[in-house]
């Protein structure tokens, strides 16, 4: 059963879709709905859900500042909008549909379809996770597991230079060329995978790949990596950073 929050600054609008909704009675829950975005972002913010019915046009704030918002978006994204304008910026926000109101029942079943795809994709990508893992843990293997654009990506510690944050995104950059790997994962979820003893997070928005640095400006506050890429040190990080050493 999936658990549902529903978004819309409109009474009705969330009694026309919760009546829809209840079509699949067997598939989802509706366990809360708002009309005020504040409440709803705590509500979120607090709770695990599985899906969210989101209107983009409310008066106080809008749908993609509700989901700026929120601290963690694991969870499929459905955009409610009147406006067929918002459907590129809907998907570009990580949702998984769109619905155009006046909502209809063909349209509502296929994105219960979609919903339900994405977690059984989420469910075997988590599977596969935990064999590779434990296989990896077995032989000992360094290799560094990275989830993208529905595939797993293997890289070595050797082949990362740099991470840069990009809000909820992280861009991994690689040694021996220019390739980068996007990741719908912030920094600090990014600094929990990479082995401490190799990686070091030396700004808010970098990681670096230790046994790449090449030169430390210290009175510029930059390291020098290979490729020579300027990475800025933090102040508050810099001490730490040379105890490294």
Same mark, same amino acid.
């Given at each position: 059963?999936?658990?549902?929050?529903?978004?819309?600054?409109?009474?009705?609008?969330?009694?026309?879709?919760?009546?829809?909704?209840?079509?699949?009675?067997?598939?989802?829950?509706?366990?809360? &709905?708002?009309?005020?975005? /504040?409440?709803?972002?705590?509500?979120?913010?607090?709770?695990?859900?599985?899906?969210?019915?989101?209107?983009? /046009?409310?008066?106080?704030?809008?749908?993609?500042?509700?989901?700026?918002?929120?601290?963690?978006?694991?969870?499929?994204?459905?955009?409610?909008?009147?406006?067929?304008?918002?459907?590129?910026?809907?998907?570009?926000?990580?949702?998984?549909?769109?619905?155009?109101?006046?909502?209809?029942?063909?349209?509502?079943?296929?994105?219960?379809?979609?919903?339900?795809?994405?977690? #059984?994709?989420?469910?075997?990508?988590?599977?596969?996770?935990?064999?590779?893992?434990?296989?990896?843990? #077995?032989?000992?293997?360094?290799?560094?597991?990275?989830? &993208?654009?529905?595939?797993?990506?293997?890289?070595?510690?050797?082949?990362?230079?740099?991470? /840069?944050?990009?809000?909820?995104?992280?861009?991994?950059?690689? &040694?021996?060329?220019?390739?980068?790997?996007?990741? &719908?994962?912030?920094?600090?979820?990014?600094?929990?995978?990479?082995? +401490?003893?190799?990686?070091?997070?030396?700004?808010?928005?970098?990681?670096?790949?230790?046994?790449?640095?090449?030169?430390?400006?210290?009175?510029?506050?930059?390291?020098?990596? /290979?490729?020579?890429?300027?990475?800025?040190?933090?102040?508050?990080?810099?001490?730490?950073?040379? +105890? #490294?050493?």
């Amino acid at each position: 059963m999936l658990r549902a929050v529903i978004v819309d600054d409109e009474p009705k609008a969330i009694q026309g879709l919760s009546w829809e909704l209840s079509s699949f009675d067997n598939d989802i829950e509706i366990i809360e &709905t708002f009309t005020d975005a /504040e409440k709803a972002i705590k509500y979120i913010n607090k709770n695990n859900i599985d899906c969210l019915f989101l209107d983009i /046009e409310m008066p106080t704030m809008g749908g993609f500042q509700l989901l700026e918002k929120l601290e963690d978006k694991d969870f499929a994204i459905i955009i409610t909008t009147a406006y067929n304008e918002y459907a590129i910026k809907a998907l570009k926000n990580q949702a998984i549909d769109y619905l155009l109101k006046p909502i209809d029942s063909d349209d509502l079943e296929d994105t219960i379809g979609r919903i339900r795809q994405h977690y #059984k994709k989420k469910n075997n990508s988590e599977k596969v996770e935990k064999i590779l893992s434990s296989f990896n843990k #077995k032989f000992n293997r360094r290799k560094i597991r990275i989830n &993208t654009d529905g595939k797993l990506v293997f890289l070595s510690e050797d082949e990362i230079l740099f991470v /840069e944050s990009d809000g909820n995104y992280s861009t991994i950059y690689t &040694t021996g060329g220019n390739k980068k790997i996007v990741v &719908t994962k912030k920094l600090k979820e990014i600094n929990l995978l990479l082995p +401490e003893e190799h990686f070091f997070r030396i700004h808010n928005s970098f990681i670096i790949n230790l046994n790449k640095i090449k030169e430390f400006l210290k009175s510029d506050g930059y390291v020098v990596l /290979e490729n020579n890429h300027k990475i800025p040190v933090s102040r508050q990080r810099k001490s730490d950073f040379l +105890e #490294k050493f």
